[in-house]
């Protein structure tokens, strides 16, 4: 079964410095696909960015990028030059092709705390 | 507003009681996803419809059940309700039925379940 793991339940970081946000996944599908979500307290899950697991780069949106390893079996979120309004709770999910199932699989999240 | 519409935004019933939430997915879209947040179980696929037929099926309990409909709007079902069942409900919407970089899945706001 295809699993998420991220292991830091909460981060704190100082405005405008960078944060990676941890994500190792489990599969034995070479077909896979990753994403990264935000929900904000008001509740509403924000798609933030996707990495293929055929993608031969990294992605990249702006000032989130995705640290992609595969070998290492690791998807890790990147924010750059944080803002207040980063402070939310960020999700790493994993869809894959296998089987004829189509579900998106959640990790439990990390909380992530930007300080002035 | 991302284009999905749940409704309604909170409800608060008792237990044995029946209750049906609401999703209107994005215009264009085909697929909708149900999926349960609680703080115990983390964000949990429940099932998912496309163009109208049942395309996956989560941990969805046999108290629950879903239906999407010819106009694409999809009702998810609580019955028996339990103390265990309050949680936060999401509805997403996609193009496709896969999961993928170009079939992001948008979510709604959520229904927020209170049993009491």
């Known amino acids: 079964a295809q699993k998420i793991t991220q292991t830091q339940p909460g981060m704190f970081v100082q405005e405008k410095e960078a944060v990676t946000l941890d994500c190792t996944y489990d599969?034995?599908?070479?077909?896979?696909?990753l994403f990264w979500y935000k929900q904000p307290s008001s509740g509403e899950m924000i798609f933030l960015i996707y990495?293929?697991?055929?993608?031969?780069q990294n992605a990249t949106e702006g000032r989130y990028s995705l640290n992609f390893q595969k070998a290492r079996k690791s998807a890790n979120l990147v924010i750059s030059a944080s803002q207040l309004g980063d402070s939310a709770m960020y999700f790493c999910?994993?869809?894959?092709?296998?089987?004829?199932?189509?579900?998106?699989?959640f990790g439990k999240g990390t909380k992530l705390s930007v300080i002035p | 507003d991302s284009g999905v519409t749940q409704t309604p935004k909170h409800l608060i019933t008792a237990t044995g009681q029946r209750v049906t939430l609401r999703c209107s997915p994005r215009?264009?879209?085909?697929?909708v996803y149900w999926y349960q947040q609680s703080l115990d179980q983390g964000l949990q696929f429940l099932i998912q419809y496309y163009n109208g037929e049942e395309r996956a099926k989560g941990n969805i309990l046999e108290r629950f059940s879903a239906q999407q409909f010819p106009d694409l709007h999809s009702e998810l079902n609580l019955s028996s309700l339990e103390l265990g069942d309050s949680a936060l409900y999401f509805c997403a919407s996609s193009v496709g039925a896969q999961p993928s970089g170009a079939n992001v899945l948008t979510f709604g706001a959520g229904s927020r379940l209170t049993v009491l």
């Open positions: 990495q293929g697991s055929y993608d031969q």
């Open positions: 215009s264009g879209d085909l697929s």
């Open positions: 999910a994993m869809t894959y092709s296998g089987a004829g199932s189509y579900q998106l699989t």
């Open positions: 599969t034995s599908d070479p077909s896979y696909g």
